[in-house]
Every structure is written in structure tokens, then in C-alpha cells.
């Protein structure tokens, strides 16, 4: 840390990730205090247990004074009224995923941060963990060879939540991901999503984004309603696959060196058509880091010097645009182009009219 004076941070919203923020950001030198935001007393006192002489708030309003940047962690509903009302204040900001629940709140946050000159940044967590590092040099470096395509899964029993469905809620950390490795944004999204214990939101998704560049299919499987937990990544290539299983305690990157190819036997039906090659499993070293404290401390850093985040607005609204679209393909029945979310095209996710008789087809999509 290259600055003589430490920042004053707000975290507002105290339940389970506001709290690891707390955590993170007191263990760094550039943090002079930390405010806790939230009109919980108890939340206020267990925290205090843990961490004596927080600052105390009930609301944003009045703690606004007495910090420089605010860590938002609250319900997503919640984010755009809070962040657009800390930047107006000259307070820096971290809003954790998604950075809206729209793509306009998300813009006009974007736009807000750029015209007070003060930092927007988004809590896309996994893009500072070493495994997602790992995967990116794969493709940069053409390891896996021809990228076939790309499969995530993020599966639990719940949590449910109050304001925002199981899309808003765990696709983000995957659309975020595949981002990173592949090094743009998805050109069109098809979604199917279902509800089934909840009457209002939905619960199971699935999701398919297409990128150009890579020409890449990554499907994205999201559910609170799944026996098992899953957070596992897939990337299969035309060289060697990898699996990142975050879950996996020891060997969380995994890289097999298999693969298929044609054989040279077409039309002799007493041959296979296929011929399967299997070799090593390798699993790569990886940097031992905490990516929570590595975003706390980026956010930190950029707030005192003016540099750029890695996960800076513009990345957030990224996202968020993948899941609008993804939402009105889900309500449409049909493909949407990230263009029409952005020449705002289409009618807000939440008045979309179904339409039944749009075809789904790959080539309605290119």
C-alpha cells in the first residue's frame, strides 16, 4: 500500500457476506474504520463481539458522513437505490453480485460513478481465485486445444431468496466466470427456468450462452432445489478437459488429457466411429489465496489511488445484461441478442409476453 492515510469503510448489510466483509477489510493496514451499516441491533452486537470498535449505523444516511467507500451487501433489490445514493455522497463503492436487478439501474450506477469520479466496483468474487486464473491461462495458452464448449453447475437445497430468483441469485458467479476465461461477453442467451417450491420465483434454470470469440457454446445450470451441492465448472476441448470443483478440498483444478477422434473407418459398421485416447490427470499448483480478501483489498487499493478495478462497473453490467436477457428468454421462449437488452428492444423482464410459436433454433441466434 503505497497511501499514508487509511480509508473509512461502510459495510452495509450485516448477515452472512456482509459480515466476512467486516472481516476482511479490519485485517487490512488501509483501513482506518469500519462502519457497520444495518438497522439490526443484534447483528451490531454479535459483530461487536468479534470485532471491538465498529462503527455503528442504522441507516446509510447517517453513517455517510463519517466514511469514504461503502461495501454494499444488502438484498439485491436493494442495491441500486443504496449505491446511486453513496455516489452522490463522493463515496466510493462495492456492491456485491449482481450489481442490479436491471440493466438501466445498472447503467445509470455506471454512469453516476464515472460523472463523480468516485470507483464502482462489483463483488464478482470468483475472478480473483486462483483456480479461475488457472482456467484463463488454459485458454489464453490454447492448452485444452479447440474449446468445444463449456458446462457449469451451482446446485443446492436453497437458499431461497426473498427478492430475486435462482438466475439473479447464482448465475451471476458462473456468467462472471466464463467471462473471465473467455475474455468477452456472450453475443445471445437462451434460458429455460421453472418454479416448483417457490409460487413466484423461479428456482431451477438453465442457461445457454453463446459467444464468437471463442466460438463457444457454455451451458449454466443453476437450482436451489438439487439434492447435492455443486459448484463445478467444465471446459472441454479438443486437445484435454478440465474440471474446477470448488468443493474439492484438495485438487480443485484438475486437467485430464483425454479426447476422441474420428476414426478412419466410416462406413465399415463393424468398426467404432470413434477412437478414444486416455493419459494423465494433472492437477496444476495453485496460488493459495482467499479471493474475498483479495477483492476487499483491490477495492481498498483502488479507492485510495484512483486505479481502475479488475471487476469495475462496467464489468457488473456486463452480467447483469447477460441475466436480463437470460430472464426474457426464459419468458419469450426464444433466443435473445445481448444487442436487444442494450437498444433496450425488448419489453422489461418482468411485463415480457410470453410468445409460443418462436422457434429456439441455433440459426435464429447467429
Known amino acids: 500500500m503505497s497511501a499514508s492515510v487509511g480509508l473509512r469503510v461502510g459495510v452495509a448489510g450485516c448477515g452472512y457476506w456482509g459480515s466476512k466483509h467486516v472481516r476482511a477489510l479490519r485485517a487490512l493496514d488501509s483501513v482506518e474504520t469500519v462502519t457497520v451499516i444495518d438497522p439490526s441491533p443484534d447483528r451490531h452486537t454479535a459483530l461487536e463481539r468479534h470485532f471491538p470498535g465498529l462503527g455503528r449505523a442504522a441507516q446509510l444516511t447517517e453513517a455517510l458522513p463519517d466514511i469514504d467507500a461503502l461495501v454494499i451487501a444488502t438484498p439485491p433489490s436493494t442495491h441500486a437505490r443504496l449505491a ?45 481465485h486462483s483456480a479461475v486464473w ?13 474449446l468445444y464448449y463449456l458446462h457449469t453447475a451451482r446446485l443446492n437445497l436453497g437458499l431461497y431468496q426473498h427478492d430475486v430468483n435462482v438466475i439473479f441469485d447464482l448465475a ?19 434460458c429455460w427456468a421453472s418454479r416448483h417450491a417457490h409460487k413466484r420465483l423461479e ?6 450462452l453463446y ?11 443453476v437450482s436451489w432445489l438439487d439434492p447435492c451441492k455443486v459448484r ?39 468398426q467404432p466411429p470413434m477412437s ?17 480478501s483479495l477483492e476487499d483489498e483491490h477495492f481498498v487499493d483502488c479507492a485510495l489511488t484512483g486505479m481502475r478495478p479488475t471487476t469495475d462497473g462496467q464489468n457488473g453490467l456486463a452480467v447483469v445484461e447477460v441475466l436480463e436477457a437470460a430472464q426474457l428468454s426464459s419468458q419469450l421462449r426464444r433466443a435473445v441478442q445481448l444487442s436487444e ?11 415480457a409476453i410470453p410468445r409460443q410459436t418462436v422457434p429456439t433454433a441455433i440459426e435464429r441466434v447467429r
Open 134 to 146: 488457472s482456467l484463463r491461462d488454459m485458454v489464453r495458452k490454447g492448452v485444452l486445444g479447440r
Open 341 to 351: 437488452v442494450r437498444e433496450g428492444a425488448l419489453p422489461p423482464a418482468e411485463t
Open 172 to 190: 451471476p458467479h458462473d456468467i462472471s466466470i466464463l467471462n473471465y476465461v473467455l475474455g468477452g461477453e456472450p453475443t445471445a442467451v437462451e
Open 84 to 128: 446511486l445514493e453513496a455516489i452522490a455522497a463522493g463515496k466510493h463503492v462495492l456492491v456485491e453480485k449482481p450489481l442490479a436487478t436491471t440493466a438501466a439501474d445498472a447503467r445509470a450506477m455506471v454512469d453516476a460513478a464515472q460523472a463523480q469520479g468516485v470507483v464502482l466496483m462489483v463483488g464478482h468474487t470468483f475472478e480473483y
Open 232 to 270: 463445478r465448472v467444465t471446459m472441454v476441448g479438443s486437445e484435454k478437459m478440465v474440471v474446477f470443483d470448488d468443493l474439492a478440498a484438495d485438487e480443485r483444478v484438475r486437467v485430464h488429457d483425454k479426447g476422441v477422434a474420428q476414426t478412419q473407418t466410416e462406413g465399415d459398421l463393424t
Open 211 to 221: 459467444y464468437e470469440d471463442p466460438d463457444v457454446v457454455a451451458n449454466v445450470h
Open 203 to 208: 428456482d431451477v434454470a438453465y442457461l445457454r
Open 276 to 292: 478414444y485416447r486416455y493419459g494423465d490427470v494433472v492437477a496444476p499448483y495453485l496460488v493459495v489465496n482467499e479471493p474475498l
